[in-house]
């Protein structure tokens, strides 16, 4: 008896053809931000599943904001903050992560929830921090980005500490 399908007696070509896909589609979004980004913020971000931008989100936070050369190719040097009132331009964006090196031994985001339309990605994320004084903080932060031409322009944030020093409360905008 003569086998139409060598692969796997009973999957089909095209059955076979979907899985891969399927398993394609799967794996793109683990792959590294600097891999996936390539393709540009808006085509990416836009096809994704909302479980899959949460992932890619709390990706590019994990992985960008302690690395000063993707700093300076996803975010334009026109990039204004506005964090709970205090606007930074792009050079006290940089020394404010200089800031967070400094006084900081680790953060780790959790992002919550993310939703991404035309140019704006709006997400909630957790910031788990520990001081290098060895204290720790959580904030919780609302954060509305805008992207043009690839770019990170601006971003308009409020957040809520949720334990930690009050007096710790301005390390979100903080550039001294």
């Known amino acids: 008896m003569m086998q139409k399908n060598r692969i796997h007696p009973k999957l089909s070509v095209k059955s ?3 899985k891969l896909s399927c398993l394609a589609m799967s794996i793109i979004p683990m792959l590294p931000l600097s891999v996936t980004q390539a393709q540009s913020w808006e085509s990416q971000w836009q096809t994704q599943t909302a479980e899959q931008l949460r992932v890619s989100v709390q990706d590019f936070y994990n992985q960008t904001l302690n690395d000063d050369v993707a700093v300076r190719r996803w975010f334009s040097t026109d990039y204004i903050q506005v964090a709970d009132g205090n606007t930074l331009n792009f050079a006290d964006f940089l020394k404010h992560l200089n800031v967070l090196k ?3 031994t680790s953060m780790r985001f959790e992002v919550m929830d993310a939703a991404f339309t ?3 990605l709006a997400d909630r994320h957790l910031v788990h921090i520990e001081l290098k004084n060895g204290q720790r903080m959580i904030v919780e932060m609302l954060a509305f980005y805008r992207i043009k031409n ?3 322009v601006q971003l308009n944030e409020v957040s809520r500490l949720i334990s930690g020093d009050l007096a710790d409360r301005d390390l979100g905008f903080r550039t001294q």
């Open 16 to 18: 076979l053809q979907r």
């Open 102 to 104: 400094r006084d900081t």
């Open 118 to 120: 035309g140019d704006t």
């Open 150 to 152: 690839g770019k990170i």
